[in-house]
């Protein structure tokens, strides 16, 4: 009888233990489920996306050009992330304008040659889903947007003939320059948007404007 008995206390020890495993076991797969759906939950509600995540290169259709002529400048952005995002348009939908997308020359010695600007005035957007509508470019992950840039090189004091780098810049959204109010909209669109700044360059080559 004693024998039964214990035998009878340690199968219910065992079955207790073993409910505990399982009751312990679900636990933590419940944690770990809320942990990767909040997880999941912040990613969908990131307002901005990183430079990394957009690709972005320049090229002309010739290596020489002659001083003084206009530059015909392709550029292509590209989403290079899992996910849709906005890139965006060559200039700001604001008032005054400026630009999102900027190119300059750089001689043999490092020395850069930047042109200015003067963004156009004519009443910018009310709202900024209306300026994000003109501004904003949404790409799916692996689409690409195409333009051109033109650098007319009789705008830059100084470029002799000679090997040239072009070098641009595609700038992204900055957080900081739109207000919680701005930003509560931006939060309500369908996905983030750039920041940051990315860099590209190509080389040509200046030749004397009469040859």
């Not at 996306?49 to 002309?60: H, K, Q, R």
């Not at 965006?88 to 930047?114: I, M």
């Not at 790409?139 to 195409?146: A, I, N």
Request: glycine share 10%; net charge positive; charged share 25%.
């Amino acid at each position: 009888m004693r024998n039964r008995s214990l035998g009878g206390i340690i199968q219910l020890r065992i079955g207790s233990a073993n409910k505990k495993m399982r009751c312990r076991a679900s636990f933590l797969h419940v944690g770990i489920s809320c942990v990767l759906l909040a997880a999941s939950l912040l990613a969908q509600k990131e307002t901005f996306a990183p430079a990394s995540d957009v690709s972005f290169g320049i090229s002309t259709d010739r290596g020489r050009y002659r001083a003084g002529e206009l530059i015909s400048l392709k550029y292509r952005i590209r989403n290079i992330s899992n996910a849709p995002l906005y890139v965006p348009r060559e200039w700001e939908a604001t008032c005054p304008a400026s630009p999102h997308l900027w190119a300059w020359f750089e001689d043999s010695s490092g020395k850069h040659f930047v042109p200015g600007y003067a963004g156009s005035c004519t009443g910018g957007p009310k709202t900024i889903s209306e300026r994000m509508s003109k501004e904003a470019v949404l790409l799916k992950p692996g689409e690409h947007l195409d333009g051109t840039f033109r650098l007319d090189t009789k705008l830059f004091g100084g470029l002799k003939p000679g090997a040239w780098r072009i070098e641009a810049a595609l700038s992204g959204w900055a957080e900081e320059k739109f207000s919680d109010a701005e930003r509560s909209e931006l939060t309500q669109m369908a996905s983030p948007f750039m920041r940051g700044e990315i860099p590209a360059s190509t080389r040509i080559t200046l030749t004397a404007s009469g040859k």
